[in-house]
């Protein structure tokens, strides 16, 4: 009697099922390998726009900044020293100094309270000359910059900003300072009470500025002082 032949049973060898995971553990790495890329490429985005719109909005605080300049007898409107420049300028309640500077590969900014008083404003810009850029009121703008130069429009071309310019004498005011002056007339109140030279001011100021993303150039020309 013959013995029916018992069905082959479906399924696979261990050498195939290995096979088979490697294969999946193969194109699993492949694909994680991909939405890595993908997110690390969406966030080195993300951070090029962040730092973008910063670098945007620090051009526009330092246009702000030239626009207000207020020269007078008591202070020069701007100065360079190599490191930093100091802007003496119109604020609300009166007038402030501005210091902008880079140390340690940071740009920064330094801003005093607004003061309508002469004594108040020139405590401030002593103030000014000793900042080592570690205090906690300097605002941290942005990192990465490697040199930076301040040039003035003179005459009729840029100069290095340390060089010395033309000077004027200015004449005597009667304006006298008040701690009660309101806060439209807190820049008169800061006007001269004696008859002094100071350097003529710039016609305009030009920054250069070495960041990772290259050199940033911008030029500002000043309005005439009143």
Known sequence: MRHAK???RAGFTLVEVLVALVIMAVVAAMGWQGVSAMARARDIAAAASERSLRLSALVGQWEQDLAAIYDSP??????????????????DG???????SVRDGVW????????????SLQQAWLASQQ??????????LIE???DWQIYFWR?????????????????????????????????AALAATVQTTRTLLPSGVRLQIDLPEGRLLRDVMLSPQP
């Not at 202070?75 to 604020?91: E, M």
């Not at 009166?94 to 902008?100: E, F, K």
């Not at 900042?131 to 941290?140: D, I, T």
Request: hydrophobic content about 45%; glycine content about 10%.
């Open 6 to 8: 018992s069905p082959r």
């Open 74 to 91: 008591q202070l020069p409107g701007l100065s360079f020293d190599g490191s930093a420049l100091r802007i003496v300028r119109r604020a």
């Open 94 to 100: 009166g007038v402030q100094v501005v210091v902008w």
């Open 108 to 119: 920064l900014r330094w801003a005093s309270p607004s003061a309508n008083r002469v004594g």
């Open 131 to 140: 900042l080592q850029g570690s205090e906690a009121v300097q605002l941290r």
């Open 144 to 146: 990465g910059v490697t």
């Open 155 to 187: 005459g009729q071309g840029w100069s290095n900003a340390q060089s010395s310019g033309d000077l004027v004498v200015s004449a005597p005011a009667s304006a006298a300072s008040s701690a009660a002056a309101p806060a439209s007339s807190a820049s």
